[in-house]
C-alpha cells in the first residue's frame, strides 16, 4: 500500500468518526500561524486518546509535551467539571499559543501548562506529591509525546506520578520501523527501545505497542496499564 492510500484511509475514518470542530481546526491554524511544526496526532488519533481518558474514567491526566495544544483539547475534553490536566512543555513560545488554543476551547479552567526542561517539571510534581499527598491524587492517564531520547526516565516519573490502575501511553514508538534494530545508533532510537524494555520488564506494567499508518506516515504507539 501507498501513503496516498493509507491517507485516504485516515482521511474516511477521520470525516466518519472526528470530524473537525471550530476549537480543533483553530489550534491547527494557530499552530501553523506561530511556524511550529507538524507534529501533532493526527485526528483519529487525538479521538483514541479522548476515548482512552474517557474510559478511564480518568480525573487527573499528565501530558509530557504540549507543542501547541492539539492533543491537549482532546484528552481535555474527557475530563470531568472538576477534572485536571497538567501538560509540560519546553518552550515557552509553543506554551503561549497552546494557552490560546485551550482558552479558545473553554478548558482554560481545567488545564495548566507547565514551562520548562520536562524532567525538571516531573520533578517539581514529584516533589509536590511527597509534601501534600491529601490534595495532590495520582493521576489516572498519562500522554507521553515529548523528546524521545528521555523517554526512560519519562516512563519511570509516570510510574511515581501514577496510581494501580492508570494508563500511560507513549507516543512514536516505531521510528520507521528502526526500533526492531538493536544496532541502530539514533538516540531517539535508543531512547525509545530503552522505555520499552522498561515497560517490558517492570513488574508493576503491563505493556503492549502497536504498529499504525496514516496520515502521520508509519509510526506506532505503546500502551501500558499500571499494575497492583
Known sequence: MSQQQWNSVDDYFTGLLAPPDDALAAALRDSDAAGLPRINVAPNQGKLLHLLALTQGSRRILEIGTLGGYSTIWLARALPADGHLITLEYK???????????????????????????????????????????????FDFVFIDADKV?????????????????????????????????????????????ALDLMARHPKLSATAVQTVGIKGYDGFALARVLD
Open 92 to 138: 515557552p513560545e509553543h506554551a503561549e499559543v497552546a494557552r490560546g488554543n485551550l482558552a479558545r476551547a473553554g478548558l482554560d479552567k481545567l488545564t495548566e501548562i507547565r514551562v520548562g526542561p520536562a524532567l525538571e517539571s516531573l520533578a517539581a510534581l514529584g516533589a509536590e506529591h511527597a509534601e501534600d499527598t491529601a490534595n495532590t491524587a495520582p
Open 150 to 194: 528521555n523517554n526512560p526516565q519519562y516512563v519511570e516519573w509516570s510510574l511515581k506520578l501514577t496510581r494501580p490502575g492508570s494508563l500511560i501511553v507513549l507516543d512514536n514508538v516505531v521510528r520507521g520501523g528502526a526500533v526492531a534494530d538493536p544496532d541502530d545508533t539514533d538516540p531517539s532510537v535508543r531512547g525509545t527501545r530503552a
